[in-house]
Nanobody
Framework: QVQLVESGGGLVQAGASLRLSCAASERTFSISAMGWFRQVPGKEREFVAAISWSGSRTSYADSVKGRFTISRDKPKTTAYMQMSSLKPEDAAVYYC??????????????????WGQGTQVTVSS
């Protein structure tokens, strides 16, 4: 399994922006797809965004479309998620994940083999 380390979470006011980062320990086919999920206590982990190896294909949950942007750096080992116009309902622990391939199933948690430890995002109203 590849190691993933998230950073960038924090406490912000509604309407503010944050950028999350996810650094992978290796540059292999095992991180062809990278995704972000989030979870609040008592609820299932939910898909937020995913990106292909080249970065040319992305997908988003309806709840974040137009506000969040996923990207990855040129070496492909770091994924980012720029979050804008944050809402209190965006508050959650955000997890980065790595998968072998990007595709229609990239919104499903079981498409990913490695997960980060999570980073907390808190949005005050």
């Amino acid at each position: 399994q590849v190691q993933l380390v998230e950073s960038g979470g924090g406490l912000v006011q509604a309407g503010a922006s944050l950028r999350l980062s996810c650094a992978a320990s290796e540059r292999t086919f095992s991180i062809s797809a990278m995704g972000w999920f989030r979870q609040v206590p008592g609820k299932e982990r939910e898909f937020v965004a995913a990106i292909s190896w080249s970065g040319s294909r992305t997908s988003y949950a309806d709840s974040v479309k137009g506000r969040f942007t996923i990207s990855r750096d040129k070496p492909k080992t770091t994924a980012y998620m720029q979050m804008s116009s944050l809402k209190p309902e965006d508050a959650a622990v955000y997890y980065c994940a790595a998968g072998f391939a990007y595709g229609l199933g990239s919104s499903l948690a079981n498409a990913y083999h490695s997960w980060g430890q999570g980073t907390q995002v808190t949005v005050s109203s």
